[in-house]
T-cell receptor, first 115, second 115 residues
Framework: EADIYQTPRYLVIGTGKKITLECSQT?????MYWYQQDPGMELHLIHY???????EKGDLSSESTVSRIRTEHFPLTLESARPSHTSQYLC??????????????FGPGTRLLVL | AQSVTQLGSHVSVSEGALVLLRCNYS??????LFWYVQYPNQGLQLLLK??????LVKGINGFEAEFKKSETSFHLTKPSAHMSDAAEYFC?????????????FGTGTRLTIIP
């Protein structure tokens, strides 16, 4: 069973505020991911990391940034939140294996509302 | 490029009836295919995955899916629906490309169970 945590679960914040969404996993997984999910829409990959000090942009352009200083921690930061950032953000991790054996495990998500 | 199409954003079935959720994929190379389930206010949980072994894949909670290359399909089925199956279901495809194992998700199908 996967242990991956996200905080906060829900966040309502005003425009222009800086926010950081936390994601932690206790499985020692090298790879971590951030997805953005809007209601009725597919998940879009916005950031991923292969390990410490590795960060890459995903398929969907995002104004957020990420860092990977520790294996277990992959925070996502918005320097100045806007209403267009309102969405659900899902964090995931996976252990490096042969491609056909790798499985991504997801956290519970953070629902962000920017007023 | 790879993609998945989930036919039907909403599916309703009676308790005890067959569940069939459709997924068609597009991939230029043999795909790895996944079904995830998302319960309200929770993250995604892996139901099952196809990784080029057996074409009929059994997952958790009585679900199974069959990979049909000729139809480019990976439909999810369950013989008898339970009320607890009500959730949103996502089909996903992954193409391993030199370590860039990214998941591409469908738009999801919301399953409602009628008592």
């Amino acid at each position: 069973e996967a242990d991956i945590y996200q905080t906060p679960r829900y966040l309502v914040i005003g425009t222009g505020k800086k926010i950081t969404l936390e994601c932690s996993q206790t499985m020692g997984h090298d790879k971590m991911y951030w997805y953005q999910q809007d209601p009725g829409m597919e998940l879009h990959l916005i950031h991923y990391s292969y390990g410490v000090n590795s960060t890459e942009k995903g398929d969907l352009s995002s104004e957020s940034t990420v860092s990977r200083i520790r294996t277990e921690h992959f925070p996502l930061t918005l320097e100045s939140a806007r209403p267009s950032h309102t969405s659900q953000y899902l964090c995931a991790s996976s252990e490096y294996r042969l491609a056909n054996q790798e499985t991504q495990y997801f956290g519970p998500g953070t629902r962000l509302l920017v007023l | 490029a790879q993609s998945v199409t989930q036919l039907g954003s909403h599916v309703s079935v009676s308790e005890g009836a067959l569940v069939l959720l459709r997924c068609n994929y597009s991939s230029s190379v043999p795909p790895y295919l996944f079904w995830y389930v998302q319960y309200p206010n929770q993250g995604l949980q892996l139901l099952l995955k196809y990784t080029s072994a057996a074409t009929l894949v059994k997952g958790i909670n009585g679900f199974e899916a069959e990979f049909k290359k000729s139809e480019t399909s990976f439909h999810l089925t369950k013989p008898s629906a339970h009320m607890s199956d009500a959730a949103e279901y996502f089909c996903a495809v992954r193409h391993a490309n030199f370590g860039n194992e990214k998941l591409t998700f469908g738009t999801g199908t919301r399953l409602t169970i009628i008592p």
